[in-house]
């Protein structure tokens, strides 16, 4: 009985302090549930955190170049072309000073897009590492120093307002260093949620959990936007510190799965000895030998399923960050009702398409659990999308009604397959049969997709920026031929679905007709 209460004491000292303290004031341990409600929460909040703060940059844009429209990537290549487009009012945050040195110059618009793809590229190639480091640490630990990570790189962009820093490499530096701790978000917060539902209703949950996605742009915006007149480093610093704050709250309270607090998935108290008679079958800790190891990057590459997602999303985020970083400035450059829309207005009204993600990502996920098809789900989406695409680009000027029906649709079809893959799909690869039961792959096989995925995200809006200085229309053809090469991506894995449907169906069928007839 010694080792037992060993062994008690181990969990126990494993445990949160939150979790622990939780515990203490209720006089009994949390159930099962009650810690999916806390994992829910506090991954929710911690990837809200990671957006928000990384949706300040696109804001203060117009601070540091009051010159040129809010806009994503862009060179020099297309400010030639700005005495074509229509002009643009001044975006009312701007400062009074006329910008800063260096983005006030003839190159600022251009530095600004330098900034942004430094920050992406370094983002998805993190995402590889964060992966692998993630599957091998303690991913409470880890997410929390990411985010203490971010929230100082944050800040210390925000710094250079206060320090009157106009060194360009000082905010490039500063700008890959937060994009390298930024990666250590998704793959972490969706291997814990993984360890902590089970396949058959994951992609329903974390098609509603993926909502922080939304919530933390829209909120980042609004929060930058608010402190933007009283000087552009409030909106980098206050983010900053709110996402490190956000980190200790990881920190105290994220239990990382079942095991680490001492309960089974079917709710059982194992940290706390059993009584005689009633037998324990195995070790409650592993020895070394036991203990899960971690996949292989390139292993993990091989996991049936992983490179398709992968590929896929590549295209599918492609075309999802073209209009995070394009749509405002899209709709403020285009006559809709007759009209030109103020750039404030063509931002509120750009949510919309956010708002349409989450209802696609909800969507995806409860139909392929239905279904019990991920391919088919987010490959009907990706093809979906494609004449959302075209009816948005031709028919959208029409009116503000037409135009915010069809960006609420495009958002929907374009946004759920991407909200499917990196969580669900993500999720189920991780802990695929073909890895005999470890779940030490979540971290790797996130990050790879996503990371794949990445690479899309910070080629489209540069691609943009090209063809846009010679047609919109040019634009909305990479979109569609993008998503159709993403559905195509995923053809075998649908064949593979629906062949298994198929003889599913037809053994059920045999199955009915050999049962005897009962007579009357």
């Known amino acids: 009985m010694g080792s037992l209460s060993e062994s008690e004491c181990e969990v126990n000292n494993r445990k949160p302090y939150g979790i622990r303290f939780l515990e203490w004031m209720r006089k009994k341990p949390l159930s099962y549930k009650a810690h999916q409600a806390i994992?829910?929460?506090?991954?929710?909040?911690?990837?809200?955190?990671?957006?928000?703060?990384?949706k300040t940059t696109s804001i203060i844009k117009s601070a540091l170049d009051p010159l040129s429209p809010d806009v994503g990537l862009k060179l020099n290549l297309w400010r030639t072309s700005r005495s074509s487009t229509p002009v643009e009012k001044t975006n009312q945050w701007s400062l009074s000073s006329g910008g800063w040195a260096p983005f006030d110059a003839a190159e600022g618009t251009s530095l600004l897009g330098e900034l942004d793809l430094a920050f992406l590229g370094i983002y998805a190639g993190g995402m590889y590492f964060s992966g692998q480091l993630g599957d091998r640490t303690d991913l409470r630990i880890f997410l929390t120093l990411g985010m203490l990570g971010t929230g100082l790189f944050t800040s210390l962009f925000g710094l250079g307002y206060w320090a009157n820093i106009h060194i360009f490499y000082y905010y490039l530096i500063v700008q890959m260093l937060a994009g390298l701790f930024q990666s250590t978000g998704w793959p972490s917060v969706v291997a814990v949620v993984g360890n902590w539902f089970g396949k058959s209703k994951r992609g329903l949950i974390m098609g509603i959990w993926n909502a922080h996605t939304s919530v933390g742009n829209i909120s980042g915006s609004l929060v930058a936007s608010a402190l933007l007149s009283y000087g552009w480093g409030w909106s980098m610093a206050v983010p900053g510190l709110i996402i490190a704050f956000s980190g200790l709250v990881v920190f105290l309270f994220l239990p990382v799965n079942p095991e680490s607090v001492g309960i089974d998935k079917a709710g059982d108290d194992f940290s706390c000895p059993k009584k005689a008679g009633e037998g324990i079958t195995e070790p409650l800790l592993k020895s070394e030998s036991e203990i899960e190891k971690a996949v292989g990057f390139m292993e993990a590459w091989r996991i049936p399923g992983v490179a398709p997602f992968a590929f896929c999303l590549f295209f599918a985020k492609l075309v999802a960050y073209t209009f995070l970083y394009w749509l405002p400035f899209y709709i403020s450059h285009t006559v809709i009702d007759g009209k030109y829309l103020s750039s404030?207005?063509?931002?509120?009204?750009?949510?919309?398409?956010d708002i349409g993600g989450v209802v696609g990502g909800i969507l995806a996920g409860h139909i392929s659990d239905r279904l019990g098809a991920r391919a088919i789900t987010a490959a009907s989406f990706m093809y979906c999308a494609i004449p959302a695409l075209y009816c948005y680009r031709n028919y959208g000027h029409i009116s503000i009604t037409m135009n915010v029906a069809l960006m609420f649709i495009t958002g929907m079809f374009v946004n759920g397959p991407y909200a499917l893959i990196t969580t669900a799909v993500s999720a189920d690869l991780g802990t695929h049969s073909s890895l005999q039961g470890s779940s030490r792959a979540l971290a790797t096989v996130t990050a790879i997709i996503d990371g794949t995925g990445s690479v899309g995200a910070a080629i489209g809006p540069l691609l943009t920026g090209y063809l846009s200085a010679k047609s919109w229309s040019s634009v909305f053809v990479m979109l569609m031929v993008s998503a159709l090469i993403a559905g195509l991506f995923l053809t075998r894995l649908v064949i593979a679905e629906v062949t298994a449907k198929i003889e599913e169906s037809t053994s059920r069928g045999r199955i009915t007709s050999q049962s005897p007839v009962l007579e009357v």
């Open 39 to 54: 994992v829910l929460l506090v991954t929710f909040l911690a990837y809200a955190n990671y957006h928000a703060s990384r």
């Open 344 to 353: 404030t207005t063509a931002g509120n009204l750009s949510t919309l398409f």
